[in-house]
């Protein structure tokens, strides 16, 4: 039963689409992040919720944007797609967003910019 | 220059041996995480520190707050401990639950 899920595995679109990642988990927590790995593998907090209210917004392009239904779904619409936008992003969660708090991360979505 | 560096960057060892992952860290936290990243891509957190010394089968994880630095060790490593160890830390100067991460340290384990 998974715990942090990710739709779609991969994803393959040209410049200048409009897409949309799903994330859903199922462990009751409050809390839920977007990550952004680049080809170099560093990984970048984008966005976190806590119950469905904006907490972390880094300095991400406007063209990204969460929304959060329910505190159990963050998903991330990206428009006017750019080469740049290529790389994996991880959906996570936590039980809060509190310091001690574990994150349970989703397997990821390849994301590749044509 | 990145609040998280982990040193090695990459590192081969044969399978026994023991093995230990340096993080150092720049800023005042709350809590340090070490995450591994399989080699399918997936990530699993392995620990949470905020002080002392925690132990998970081979896996042992040793923080210093007053030196800022971390450490992950293996012993009897074996091949399919092969993956990306990545530090993480949350800083107490930041605030949310931001978790600012280092490059990562590749490991192969050879038989």
């Known amino acids: 039963d998974t715990a942090v899920s990710q739709t779609p595995k991969y994803l393959v679109t040209q410049m200048g689409n409009d897409k949309s990642i799903k994330c859903e988990q199922n462990l009751g927590h409050d809390t839920m992040y977007w990550y952004k790995q680049d080809s170099k593998k560093f990984l970048k907090i984008m966005f976190s919720?806590?119950?469905?209210?904006?907490?972390i917004n880094e300095t991400v392009p406007n063209r990204f944007s969460p929304k959060s239904p329910d505190k159990a779904h963050l998903n991330l619409h990206i428009n006017s797609l750019e080469l740049g936008d290529s790389a994996v992003y991880f959906c996570?969660?936590?039980?809060?967003?509190?310091?001690?708090?574990?994150?349970?991360f989703g397997p990821g979505t390849r994301l590749t910019v044509l | 220059k990145n609040e998280v560096e982990q040193s090695p960057q990459n590192l081969t060892a044969q399978e026994g041996e023991f093995i230990t992952i340096n993080c150092s860290y720049s800023v005042g936290i709350s809590a340090l995480h070490w995450l591994q990243q399989h080699p399918g891509g997936g990530i699993v957190s392995l620990f949470m520190?905020?002080?002392g010394k925690k132990k998970h089968g081979r896996l042992i994880a040793t923080i210093n707050i007053q030196e800022k630095h971390s450490s992950l060790h293996i012993t009897a490593s074996h091949p399919r401990d092969s993956a990306v160890y990545i530090c993480?830390?949350?800083?107490?100067?930041?605030?949310?639950?931001?978790?600012?991460f280092g490059e990562g340290t590749q490991l192969t384990v050879n038989p």
């Open positions: 520190l905020s002080s």
């Open positions: 993480a830390v949350r800083s107490m100067e930041t605030s949310g639950s931001r978790l600012t």
């Open positions: 996570a969660s936590s039980q809060s967003r509190r310091a001690y708090n574990e994150q349970f």
């Open positions: 919720y806590n119950n469905k209210e904006l907490i």
